[in-house]
């Protein structure tokens, strides 16, 4: 079992930045940000490999949030410039050993952006 915990969130105004780090209990092959707004679906943010090799961002973050890495902390960061409304959500940290299925994931930490 990975027990994931993450922090960063809060309230900001758009436009504007927020950083999310994520600490891992164990090292693991794969982390990601995933986010569910209200009302909606939860989304993939952001993959990474252990190598940082492998980076993935869903089209509505692309150019605005940057995910990295520091294996030696265990950690992994979201990046989040440019805020804007739409960006509100809870935002999970996942890891997995594989791509395709993310098995661990945290409590969760909320985003809230004001217009």
């Known amino acids: 079992q990975v027990q994931l915990v993450e922090s960063g969130g809060g309230l900001v105004q758009a436009g504007g930045s927020l950083r999310l780090t994520c600490t891992a209990s164990?090292?693991?092959?794969?982390l990601g940000w995933f986010r569910r707004a209200p009302g909606k679906q939860r989304e993939m943010v952001a993959t990474?490999?252990?190598?940082?090799?492998?980076?993935d961002y869903g089209e509505a973050v692309k150019g605005r949030f940057t995910i990295s890495r520091d294996n030696i902390k265990k950690s992994v960061y979201l990046q989040m410039d440019s805020l804007k409304p739409e960006d509100t959500a809870v935002y999970y940290c996942?890891?997995?050993?594989?791509?395709?299925?993310?098995?661990?994931w945290g409590q969760g930490t909320q985003v809230t952006v004001s217009s």
């Open positions: 996942a890891a997995s050993w594989t791509l395709d299925t993310f098995s661990f």
């Open positions: 164990t090292s693991i092959s794969f």
């Open positions: 990474i490999s252990s190598s940082g090799g492998i980076i």
